[in-house]
């Protein structure tokens, strides 16, 4: 009974651990840790999960986030001003040009090249 408790939170804690953290590398390593505590907690009946948590440990540590950077730009619509981006971006503006309240936010998304092959 005890060791089916077992088995089943190491199962409940890499399913927490797969989709709740962000950072692959930590997510990799406690995978393949409850590969090997699955392992030892149920000797020769854990060698399938151990096999299935070491191939998905490695799979974390290999994968890259996608970074796609951002370009931005705000331009006041009724003088066609480009403005500095901060956090108060049209109080300067507005200070001096009260009736200018309608501004335009282009981000440019820059795509990048995933066709790199895998090593």
């Not at 962000?22 to 406690?30: A, H, L, S, Y």
């Not at 108060?88 to 990048?112: C, G, S, W």
């Amino acid at each position: 009974m005890l060791i089916a408790v077992l088995i089943i939170a190491i199962n409940a804690a890499a399913l927490f651990v797969a989709f709740y953290l962000k950072n692959t590398k930590v997510v990799g390593i406690i995978l393949i840790c409850c590969g090997a505590i699955l392992l030892v907690t149920v000797q020769l009946w854990g060698l399938p999960g151990l096999a299935l948590y070491i191939v998905s440990g490695v799979l974390a540590l290999r994968e890259k986030l996608p970074f796609n950077p951002r370009k931005y730009s705000i331009n006041c619509l009724t003088c066609g001003t480009g403005l500095s981006i901060d956090s108060d971006f049209a109080k300067n503006h507005m200070v001096d040009n009260p009736t200018h309240l309608e501004y335009r936010v282009v981000v440019e998304i820059k795509q990048i090249d995933d066709t790199k092959k895998i090593a």
